[in-house]
């Protein structure tokens, strides 16, 4: 059974630019979450996909979005970068959206200068 | 609004000690709560979990103690080990909710001392 990954592990972005982070859900897991969890704080919740659309979204603006492939792998895009965007990003698997066994990945690190 | 808290930002424990990182909750409504481990550089790793239904509930070497009245939330850590170490989250979340937002804490660093 593999577990989530991400890539990259490390991005630097200039204000201003768009990014992608990609993700890959652990074996037999078919929603995946996405954290933002900016430096000595918790992660928190961006958005979740199930069956290809987003099925709940927290407190961040539109320019973050999301997409699900059929192999329930996903992206995080996130245009206009702002400074604020710096943080860890994280990748979470479950076997079901409401499932609360949320299985993380190592993150992606962005830097935005 | 309401949220999770921890009350102690730091935690230094002698090894072979036990440890306990306390967790306070206000979202009455929150009714599963876990407790994930993050190390350096990594992302947060699933300890243990436990419904509003239960008090305690213990896994290997780990005791979640779950205090409703008074909305709080434990991790006790038998003989604490170096690898011990890392900063533990406590999350909650709402089996009510059609997809599983977890709400997380500020974090409480462990440090092992030997």
């Known amino acids: 059974e593999t577990g989530v990954t991400q890539s990259p592990t490390h991005l630097i972005k200039t204000r201003g630019q768009q990014v992608t982070l990609r993700c890959s859900s652990q074996?037999?897991?078919?929603?995946v979450s996405w954290y933002q969890q900016a430096l000595g704080q918790g992660p928190q919740f961006i958005f979740q996909?199930?069956?290809?659309?987003?099925?709940g979204r927290g407190n961040f603006p539109p320019r973050f979005s999301g997409l699900q492939f059929p192999n329930y792998s996903s992206e995080l895009n996130v245009n206009a970068l702002e400074l604020d965007d710096s943080a860890l990003y994280l990748c979470?698997?479950?076997?079901?959206?409401?499932?609360?066994?949320?299985?993380f990945g190592p993150g992606t690190r962005l830097t935005v200068t | 609004g309401e949220s999770v808290g921890l009350h102690l930002p730091t935690l230094s424990v002698q090894e072979g000690d036990n440890s306990i990182i306390n967790c306070a909750y206000s979202?009455?409504?929150?009714?599963?709560f876990i407790w994930y481990k993050q190390e350096s550089g990594k992302g947060p790793q699933f300890i243990i979990d436990?419904?509003?239904?239960?008090d305690k509930r213990q896994g290997q070497r780990v005791t979640v103690l779950l205090n409703k009245t008074v909305k709080h939330l434990s991790l006790q850590i038998a003989a604490t080990q170096p690898g011990d170490s890392a900063v533990y989250f406590c999350?909650?979340?709402?089996?009510?909710?059609?997809?599983?937002?977890?709400?997380f804490g500020a974090g409480t660093q462990v440090v092992v001392t030997p």
């Open positions: 436990i419904r509003s239904n239960m």
């Open positions: 074996s037999g897991h078919n929603t």
């Open positions: 999350a909650e979340g709402r089996t009510t909710d059609s997809w599983g937002k977890l709400q």
């Open positions: 996909y199930y069956r290809e659309e987003e099925n």
């Open positions: 979470a698997s479950s076997p079901r959206p409401q499932g609360h066994e949320q299985y």
């Open positions: 979202n009455s409504a929150s009714d599963y």
